[in-house]
């Protein structure tokens, strides 16, 4: 004779009551998610702090190529004018100055004009296409509005030509001049040549400097971004009227400690003072030959690294309508709420609970367990395992 096969077209809750204060114990609550019928929404939350790992990943490698870029401009080697350059500048020998390269970036280059009549050939290219279309039936108001638009691209492209010549014949001009200053300077006496280097002596000065400056803007840009990403974050998931189940990410250390945890002899609680006395060789990196940005890159990573180990240890708890959470309350309370949210969730059809006396108070069973096991008894099947006579 055949076996009788059932099948169950409902989730089956089991609940281990003695094994609710582990969870609880462990800070991992994932079990009470699922029962819940919240394990999508406790899986999207977990992901929020993967995004936030991946965001801190980000900022520290942009930090780190921050410190490479400066490093590459040597930032302790001293930028000098010195006193007879100063007395070349100053001398009243004739000498003609021109800035060649401000000149030109004062006008578009000839790509960008090629870039805009390949957008207007590419629309009237779309327009005669549309034309053709076989499915499209224009009317003759519509053909009147196509040929205008298509006379205003083609006017569009003859002042974008007429443009474009014009700015060559500029840059040919410039070109052309800086060619004829360039000559005449030549033709100066020992002291008007001597203003003349000394004039691009300054300009190679002024240069190195708005470089300077830029590079450690952009350090101090990075530094703050770095910074203002907050690792001690929360995510909710309401379970019930009374609770929600809490994950949380509480680092031991912030950022800028890490990183200053791993530089010898900085001499202030300031990430950018610090990182600008290291490139300048005034402090160094602990268990490092030299400051160089690959060996800065290896130690902010392993100090970060160490940091980012609080992103394995997330915290699972319960807060409680009345403000307190399952940190600061009993096993047995705990072990309550736990069991009123599991009960209460629809999706589940078939209940087996073992042992539902461990770690409950006998009022909760009397006046909350029992009036519940009542209330869903039409709505689920559910089998208790109880050595409780009352």
Not at 15 to 33: D, H, K, P, T
Not at 248 to 258: A, D, G
Request: hydrophobic share 35%.
């Amino acid at each position: 004779m055949p076996k009788a096969v059932t099948h169950l077209n409902t989730d089956i809750l089991q609940i281990n009551q003695g094994a609710i204060a582990n969870y609880f114990e462990r800070n991992e609550l994932s079990s009470l998610a699922r029962k819940a019928g919240k394990i999508e929404e406790y899986q999207i939350a977990k992901a929020k702090f993967n995004e936030i790992h991946t965001e801190l990943d980000k900022r520290i490698s942009d930090l780190h190529q921050v410190y490479e870029d400066i490093h590459e401009i040597k930032p302790d080697q001293a930028i000098i004018l010195h006193n007879n350059t100063i007395d070349k500048l100053l001398n009243s020998e004739y000498h003609l100055k021109m800035n060649k390269d401000k000149l030109i970036e004062l006008t578009f280059s000839s790509e960008k004009f090629d870039e805009t009549i390949k957008v207007v050939e590419d629309i009237e290219v779309l327009i005669s296409k549309l034309n053709k279309a076989p499915t499209i039936d224009i009317e003759e108001t519509e053909v009147a509005i196509i040929e205008g638009f298509v006379s205003l691209l083609s006017t569009m492209k003859g002042k974008q030509k007429k443009k474009k010549l014009l700015h060559e014949y500029m840059t040919k001009f410039i070109g052309n001049a800086h060619n004829i200053v360039s000559s005449a300077n030549d033709k100066l006496n020992a002291a008007g040549k001597e203003k003349a280097l000394a004039e691009k002596g300054k300009r190679e000065i002024i240069n190195k400097v708005k470089v300077h400056f830029k590079a450690f803007a952009e350090l101090n840009w990075s530094v703050k971004s770095t910074l203002s990403l907050k690792l001690d974050h929360t995510e909710l998931i309401d379970l019930d009227e009374d609770s929600k189940l809490c994950i949380e990410l509480q680092p031991e250390k912030e950022i800028k400690e890490s990183i200053l945890d791993g530089i010898k002899g900085y001499s202030k609680d300031d990430l950018y003072y610090s990182l600008v006395e290291l490139l300048y060789n005034e402090t160094s990196l602990k268990n490092y030959g030299d400051n160089s940005a690959d060996n800065f890159g290896k130690k902010i990573k392993s100090q970060i690294k160490a940091l980012a180990s609080c992103f394995d240890k997330l915290t699972d708890y319960l807060e409680y309508r009345d403000g307190t959470t399952s940190k600061s309350n009993s096993p047995g309370y705990n072990s309550e709420k736990y069991l009123k949210v599991v009960l209460n969730n629809p999706k589940c059809g078939l209940v087996i609970i073992d042992q539902p006396e461990d770690n409950l108070g006998n009022k909760f069973i009397s006046d909350q367990l029992v009036e519940l096991i009542r209330k869903i008894k039409f709505k689920k099947q559910i089998f208790l395992i109880t050595g409780f006579v009352n």
